[in-house]
């Protein structure tokens, strides 16, 4: 199984994507968002993990694709955040929200 939502595709939720790109530490925000409503991890933890950047949200994501039961590994994850920490983070969070929060 893959993602439903496209990793470009922030433009579809235009709070998500204006949160990451212009609110500072939005991104982690979204994550531990995210994070927090798929694995009930409680939103500090997520959120603390997360601003170790890319390490800390590439395993809250494997997190999030082992609840949603998405394909992936952990370096691909890294290298997702490394690259587009934003198109990355809105791609989780549109998901929690289309996948999960949808369908508990």
């Known amino acids: 199984m893959s993602f439903q939502e496209q990793l470009c ?9 204006l949160i990451v790109w212009y609110v500072p530490f939005g991104s982690c925000v979204m994550h531990a968002m995210a994070t927090n409503q798929i694995t009930n991890s409680g939103f500090m933890e ?5 601003l170790a950047c890319c390490f800390g949200m590439a395993y809250n994501r494997q997190k ?6 998405i394909q992936g590994n952990y370096f691909e994850d890294c290298l997702m955040y490394f690259c587009c920490m934003a198109c990355a983070t809105a791609q989780d969070y549109r998901e929690a929200e289309t996948r999960y929060l949808a369908n508990p």
């Open 9 to 17: 595709g922030c433009l579809s939720d235009m709070f998500s994507c």
């Open 46 to 50: 997520s959120y603390l993990i997360s």
């Open 64 to 69: 999030i694709k082992k609840v949603l039961m």
